[in-house]
């Protein structure tokens, strides 16, 4: 039977969306990129799995969040394009100081859930525009605190469309990554905090959020930092290696950098994924020229040019 035949055979049984040839430029906070040859987006797990071992070993498979950490080239994805629906958004308390939450609950609700219940050691995240799920395949972090300090266990689906739990000391996790599979789609994780008052939280909360606004851009969608810090051997931070080699005033097509911070990189409103990877090669080009420092993306970039 062909792909296309099993397909059309699972969607009368599904109620998520799913749709051939669909436009991946609204997935993306830069608003550009080609289209995905099949996008599902599931209602539940029984959907998602029975997606998955459809699909297993026929078409390669990406997971999606909020795109706030994503360039989709111009060419789009030929395979299929998996966004987790509201039913995968839960949260709910474990413990008095734990709480678990879905894969596609969004970080700053996250952080937001655990100042409701007194709950500290994720206000880091309300300066994170992500989902959860994108969260633990980078073990996003800042002001000196990530998620592998908070997370306790993972709950994922394998290519088999199988479930398992995999607890924290099962991962090495690094800076901006983790050891998992890419094969695998995180359905839920499970945080451990720290009860206090919750004005201290606030309080802490508003400080990161205000150091946030005074530094990088707002009210704009770019993509987040799209070079990694270099390790702490180098002593620069990639916006310092940026500016140093004079790449502060860089621009392609309708790409350019952030004015308020050079870390930061931006679609005018008239850029293409190649204008954005083009401009994204040419700073690290003449980083590594003027430093000897090889900066790598914290960006992710997916699809075909």
Known sequence: MSLNKKIEKIKDL????????????KSSW???GGNAKIFFKPENIKELSLFIKTIANELPIYVI????NLLIRDGGFDGAVIKLGKS?????LFSENTLIA??????????????DNSISGFEFLSCIPGSIGGAIRMNSGCYKEDMSQKILSIQAMDINGIVTTIPSTKVNFFYRGCDLSEDLIFLSVTLKGN??????????????????????????KTCGSTFKNPNEKNNKKAWELIKFAKCDNF??????????????FLNDGSAKAKDLESLINKVKKEVFEKTGVNLEPELKIIGNE
């Open 14 to 25: 599904i109620e998520g969306k799913l749709i051939y040839d669909y436009n991946l430029s």
């Open 30 to 32: 830069f608003n550009i």
């Open 65 to 68: 969040g909020r795109g706030s």
């Open 88 to 92: 995968f958004s839960h949260l709910s």
């Open 102 to 115: 879905g894969a596609s609950a969004l970080d700053k609700t996250v952080s937001k859930f655990a100042y």
């Open 195 to 220: 009860i206090k008052q919750k004005k201290e939280i606030n309080e802490k909360m508003k400080k990161f959020i205000n150091d946030k606004e005074k530094s990088q851009p707002n009210k704009i």
């Open 251 to 264: 621009k392609v097509g309708g790409a350019k950098i952030s004015e308020q911070h050079c870390n930061f």
